[in-house]
């Protein structure tokens, strides 16, 4: 269950800002992007420059969720080399055939797992067709959650299907044109695993420019 915008907790965020709140040892209201893409695979800008470009507009965490089949051999090693500040979380984007090919991003925290439906507004499904992938995919992963956005464009469709799995809303970033223009919020510890048990539960925010 994503709560609406009007819920969003802009008190803790303009708290945050003014310094009002010791970031360390209480909950906050963090900006990510779960969907990125990298010269490791199809992208055009480096992990280093998707990163710093993430960083500028203020996100505290993104995950680099490069194709399987399009991936740098060193791509780990390059992930876990970037001079950030930012949370980064390691992923990958599977190709997985059902019925057709479909994508399932999967996000490592330090103990938690995220698996993420991508895109399922790319696929031409109707919603009928979209309800048969996912009994599917059930069967292949523990999914968690299903990306709404279309390379960060609402699909208002999708935002109002009545599914099971918390929406999430994604750039899918391949350029430096194609960030920032949706990324979910949410008020938890800035710490990978409470990160993704607050997306599990639903507890985030889809924002979009
Ligand atoms: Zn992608």
Not at 121 to 129: A, K, L, R, S
Not at 191 to 201: F, H, N
């Amino acid at each position: 269950m994503n709560h609406s915008l009007v819920d969003r907790p802009i008190k803790k965020a303009d708290d945050r800002i003014r310094g009002n709140v010791n970031v360390q040892s209480v909950y906050m209201l963090l900006k990510g992007c779960l969907h990125t893409h990298t010269t490791c695979s199809d992208g055009k800008l480096s992990p280093q420059e998707v990163a710093n470009a993430y960083e500028s507009r203020g996100y505290d965490f993104i995950a680099f969720t490069d194709h399987d089949y399009l991936l740098k051999p060193n791509y780990r090693e390059i992930c876990g080399q970037l001079k950030t500040n930012m949370i980064i979380f390691y992923g990958i984007e599977l190709t997985v055939f059902v019925n057709g090919y479909i994508h399932v991003t999967k996000i490592e925290g330090d103990r938690e797992v995220l698996h993420i439906f991508n895109h399922i507004g790319e696929y031409d499904f109707t919603p009928e067709q979209l309800l048969v992938r996912l009994t599917e995919l059930e069967k292949m992963y523990p999914l968690d959650a299903v990306e709404i956005t279309t390379k960060g464009f609402r699909e208002m469709v999708f935002e109002s299907l009545n599914i099971a799995y918390p929406k999430i809303a994604s750039d899918d970033s391949h350029t430096l044109g194609g960030i920032g223009r949706a990324w979910i919020e949410l008020d938890t510890k800035r710490e990978k695993d409470s990160i993704i048990q607050a997306i599990k539960k639903g507890k985030c925010w889809n924002c979009y420019i």
